[in-house]
């Protein structure tokens, strides 16, 4: 069971501790940004601000058009601007993911995820595998240091547990994450338009997107992939570098251990994305190529070009499958 007395005491403390003392803090989260990322961003982001404090959300890549409509969308920076007393890093497994830092600061103050791949780069890490989402960990938190859960901080926290849940049916769901979820409704955040919002409706160009993907899809024996190339985005009209959540449409193919989407990306590179079914762990093979995530869902961005990077990640993701302790 996950709440604040089960998080570990001396780290909520020394964080509590630093968050208290601290005027102007820096929140960011890493690139190409999920739901639970901008959820934990504008989660505590928000309630930082509620709590009296000078807090300034960073991110490269800004919000996703999906996303716009959260409160405190718009306060969201390209780059940090001024001095900071605190830098939060959330939702983010290595320094290297990270979408915006401060000029001059090497490591982050705080580093607060759920990645089990998580590299600890801090100076204080919160790292809790078990939770679902970062903002599963936040809902506990942030009461414990002192900072109010509104309604517009609530609805952030609620979008990540839905997204990165992908509607509450990822294996590793727990019956707390729906009392908590409860929790947050309770609070004000509207869960019917949350879901709709985050996981059903689609912009033309998106299924535009999906389309050129979908009409590529392979399969080899219980591995399935595709990819999307710089063109079929240019073609489709998606604003975004990310796959439109093509990914989790290709999870509800029947008789697949293994899906994998190879999005080509500026400067010769491809994010690859992982998901598996229950028992196997793709983050073994992402972390291969420099990337990381959760057993049953990973990413990876490499350098390369696309043809070569599918042959590579195909070969090595074939080795996860006919690895008989792993399967």
């Known amino acids: 069971m996950m709440n604040s007395s089960s998080l570990p005491t001396s780290l909520m ?36 601000q509620s709590g009296g404090k000078v807090a300034q959300m960073a991110l490269e890549d ?14 969201v920076r390209a780059r940090p601007v ?14 290297r993911r990270i979408a915006a830092r401060p000029d001059g600061v090497e490591q982050p103050d705080i580093n607060i995820d759920h990645h089990h791949t998580n590299e600890q780069f801090a100076t204080v890490n919160l790292v809790v595998p078990e939770a679902v989402a970062t903002t599963e960990i936040l809902a506990h938190a942030l009461p414990e240091w002192g900072f109010p859960l509104t309604a517009p901080v609530a609805e952030a926290l609620l ?3 839905i997204t990165d849940t992908i509607g509450f049916r990822t294996y590793n769901m727990r019956p707390e994450v729906l009392r908590t979820a409860a929790d947050l409704m ?8 949350l879901y709709n919002r985050a996981l059903v409706t689609r912009s033309f ?32 009209g998606y604003p975004g570098r990310d796959d439109a959540d093509l990914i989790n449409l ?15 990306q500026p400067n010769g590179r491809v994010k690859v994305s992982w998901r598996a079914v229950a028992g196997l762990d793709v983050s073994a093979v992402a972390m291969k ?21 599918v042959n590579d990640v195909l070969q090595a993701t074939r080795e996860l499958l006919t690895t008989p302790e792993i399967k």
């Open 13 to 48: 403390h020394a964080i509590g501790e630093r968050l208290r003392a601290a005027q102007r803090i820096l929140i960011t989260t890493h690139i190409r940004p999920d739901g639970d990322a901008i959820g934990s961003l504008l989660g505590m982001g928000l309630a930082l």
């Open 62 to 75: 800004g919000i996703p058009q999906s996303l716009r409509f959260l409160s405190g969308s718009a306060e």
């Open 82 to 95: 001024g001095n900071f007393d605190c830098w939060v890093v959330l939702d983010t497994s290595d320094l």
């Open 159 to 161: 979008t990540g547990l």
């Open 186 to 193: 309770a609070l004000g955040a509207n869960l019917s338009d």
């Open 205 to 236: 160009e998106s299924l535009r997107f999906w389309g050129a993907g979908l009409s590529k899809i392979s399969r080899m024996g219980g591995i399935a992939w595709t990819t999307l190339t710089m063109e079929d985005r240019e073609l489709a």
């Open 250 to 264: 290709m999870t509800t193919m029947t008789g697949i251990d293994i899906n994998l989407i190879f999005v080509e």
């Open 289 to 309: 190529f420099g990337g990381g995530g959760h057993p049953a869902a990973a990413g990876a961005e490499i350098q390369g070009a696309l043809d070569d990077v």
